[in-house]
């Protein structure tokens, strides 16, 4: 990137899909973009255009995104666990979640050359605590909130790393495996003082 993006490209870059990445705008908005290594156009049809990890960084670094899912502006965001207000848990949640996975998986088959579906994708690793919650949400997994335990996914210093906790073993081991088949490596560990279990999980790359 040569300059900061101009104000009308800001606002293309904010109206982005929040999962998929898929931009709307002038083709000279998008060309501008795609010069600059905050998107790229898709080579096949209908040849759409995509945030770059660049120009995701810079939609994350608006202040107007929210942090977490809030029902009134239609921002999707995968539980993490944890949360303070969780969002509700009924069928609309759900069908987001639905939704949001299915992006996620249409992005993969776009992104790669080869079209497959069962490995992580450049949006995936740049948003590693997100991507990994969204896996989690979508195999049916409960994450903590409020009242209830469940799976918690945080960041770690390792690079494209994340830590995932449970409540009990069998949960644990049921994340790993639904994270494996989602693409990701996972393996358990045990933190050295506290004796916590936990998964290191990594996006996979082949």
Do not use: K, N
């Amino acid at each position: 990137m040569t300059r900061p993006p101009t104000a009308a490209q800001r606002r293309v870059i904010e109206a982005a899909d929040p999962v998929t990445g898929r931009l709307r705008g002038t083709e000279s908005q998008l060309a501008a973009l795609v010069r600059q290594g905050l998107a790229f156009r898709h080579p096949r049809p209908p040849h759409d255009h995509f945030l770059t990890p660049a120009g995701h960084r810079i939609r994350e670094a608006v202040p107007e995104v929210p942090a977490e899912p809030v029902a009134d502006t239609g921002v999707f965001v995968a539980r993490v666990g944890g949360e303070e207000e969780p969002p509700g848990s009924g069928p609309a949640r759900l069908r987001e979640v639905h939704s949001a996975w299915q992006g996620l998986l249409e992005l993969r088959r776009m992104t790669s050359a080869d079209g497959a579906v069962d490995r992580p994708c450049g949006w995936e690793r740049a948003h590693l605590v997100r991507a990994a919650a969204l896996a989690l949400e979508a195999a049916g997994h409960r994450p903590a909130g409020g009242d209830e335990d469940g799976y918690r996914v945080r960041a770690t210093p390792q690079p494209e790393a994340v830590a995932v906790y449970a409540p009990d073993p069998s949960t644990l081991t049921a994340c790993a495996a639904t994270l494996e088949r989602a693409g990701w490596q996972a393996g358990e560990y045990s933190e050295p003082r506290t004796g916590v279990r936990y998964l290191l999980a990594s996006p996979r790359r082949v």
